[in-house]
């Protein structure tokens, strides 16, 4: 895009597909070779902005922000780091609903690398299987951990957990706030945002209207 249409397409949330666009050469290089090339540019960066990189307190920056972007904040961003999830067999017969709720997310926009966070409220009805419950909390931590779109974020977690259980009988709820719009543009500090994704029985207004009415429960 030109700077241009850049500037023309604003914030708006510009997502092709449910996956995460990356190259097919994404994961040829190690980590230590991306966290190396990601310092050498951060660095640049940092003198383009006037800083003193011989100053004891930034000497370091460039390689600490390389080092988080390609271990911490974005380490969502290579499969082979989704956590295992292993399932189990429903031997109880359970049938209703199962909640998960106020699980942290700590994701980035990718239009402006700043920061979402905020929470994510996870539903499911079991069939076969059943899954453990700190198994749905790495799983979105996982999909949080690389640059986002809050409405892709949603989808991936519904779509790997639908997979996962071997159900669409899931429902994701995510509420957070995008410092994209509190810190620079709009600065709106109070506002945040919410999508939910759902499919299966949760089609049916009655098994969204109980997921939502456990929600505020919670809440209270």
Do not use: W
Request: proline share 4%.
């Amino acid at each position: 895009m030109t700077k241009e249409e850049i500037e023309s397409a604003g914030d708006a949330h510009i997502s092709g597909a449910v996956e995460t666009p990356l190259r097919s050469d994404a994961f040829d290089k190690p980590d230590d070779t991306k966290i190396e090339k990601i310092q050498y540019h951060f660095s640049e960066i940092m003198k383009e902005l006037g800083l003193d990189l011989t100053d004891d307190s930034l000497s370091g920056t460039p390689y600490r922000v390389a080092k988080m972007y390609v271990k911490e904040l974005f380490y969502g961003l290579n499969p082979e780091n989704r956590p295992k999830i292993s399932t189990f067999e429903n031997k109880y017969g359970y049938q209703k609903m199962l909640v998960e709720q106020n699980i942290n997310i700590d994701s980035a926009c990718e239009h402006h690398f700043l920061p979402i966070v905020g929470n994510a409220h996870v539903g499911y009805i079991p069939k076969d299987k059943v899954v453990g419950l700190s198994k749905i909390n790495r799983l979105v931590d996982y999909y949080s951990h690389r640059p986002q779109v809050q409405e892709r974020l949603c989808l991936q977690i519904l779509k790997d957990l639908q997979q996962t259980l071997d159900t669409e009988d899931v429902i994701v709820v995510v509420n957070a706030k995008h410092l994209c719009v509190s810190s620079r543009g709009i600065k709106d500090k109070s506002s945040f945002t919410t999508t939910i994704e759902y499919g299966g029985r949760f089609n049916e207004s009655a098994f969204r209207n109980e997921f939502l009415s456990i929600l505020e429960k919670g809440e209270g």
